[in-house]
């Protein structure tokens, strides 16, 4: 049952915004906000594929996410300290996924999307959503060739980095659909330059990382109550890293075209 629910989530997550808005119509039309609203035999499919501590609602899912992924036994005085110091003070239980027998992912955190699908679906007007996208695509496309006619080769890796953050700042604001806020082993850690401090992933229409970085607990809550526009200026966002298929050379990466875009 797992294999063929992960084969059904992940087609789905492939259709992208486009293809999957005739299941948004119909799930609105039809004010299928919960469970409970649904037909009897949409339930019973339902309880086969959906564990009960994840379908209790469907249509909560601009929520923005904390996931656990870490659950080894060094990690639980971190994790109680945590939840108990900062995240209990704004965040709604349904907001964190903490259960080692769902989420225990380790370094594969994207699996959370073939748990739960409906992260990746978007309140926005889809063909709005298109448009603008295309138009931030034609800004960036115009200042890559900018860029490229006075290239300087003498740029080091981290100037580079940085020019493609600039140039790609509105296109990827417009890709990074949604985002989520991870506790990992890192995250959990007694020592390093990165304990205490939560994975903040935004991603795409697919679930891919479009932007990440690494920011403190305290802030990463106080941001939660945040969408991502509020977060331009902000860390986390105007110096984070660039997700692989969107970093130079990759597939939704400069140097871009102007027929890239949409559904990826």
């Not at 086969?48 to 209790?56: A, E, G, S």
């Not at 390093?192 to 903040?200: E, H, N, T, Y």
């Not at 403190?216 to 890293?241: F, K, M, P, R, S």
Request: aromatic share 8%.
């Amino acid at each position: 049952m797992e294999a063929q629910r992960e084969q059904i989530f992940s087609e789905f997550i492939q259709l992208g915004v486009r293809s999957r808005e005739p299941y948004r119509i119909q799930k609105r039309q039809n004010r299928l906000n919960y469970v409970d609203d649904l037909p009897a035999d949409s339930q019973e499919l339902l309880q086969r594929v959906r564990q009960p501590d994840i379908r209790r609602d469907i249509v909560n899912n601009q929520l923005i996410l904390w996931l656990r992924t870490c659950y080894g036994p060094d990690s639980e005085p971190a994790w109680n300290t945590s939840h108990d110091e900062e995240m209990s003070r704004l965040l709604e239980e349904d907001m964190i996924c903490n259960d080692e027998s769902l989420y225990n992912f380790g370094l594969n955190w994207e699996r959370i999307f073939l748990l739960r699908p409906e992260i990746l679906e978007t309140g926005r007007n889809v063909q709005k959503y298109e448009e603008e996208t295309q138009s931030a695509l034609s800004e960036v496309v115009e200042s890559e060739a900018n860029s490229s006619q006075g290239a300087d080769d003498s740029l080091d890796p981290v100037e580079a980095l940085d020019m493609d953050r600039d140039i790609s700042f509105s296109y990827h604001r417009m890709r990074s659909l949604n985002r989520i806020h991870i506790v990992d082993a890192t995250t959990l850690a007694s020592d390093g330059p990165d304990a205490g401090k939560v994975l903040i992933v935004f991603f795409d229409e697919l679930g891919q990382t479009v932007r990440y970085a690494r920011d403190e607990l305290d802030e990463a809550v106080e941001h939660t109550a945040l969408t991502n526009i509020y977060l331009e200026d902000h860390l986390c966002w105007a110096y984070a890293n660039i997700g692989e298929l969107y970093q130079r050379g990759h597939p939704l990466g400069p140097p871009y075209s102007e027929n890239f875009g949409g559904d990826s």
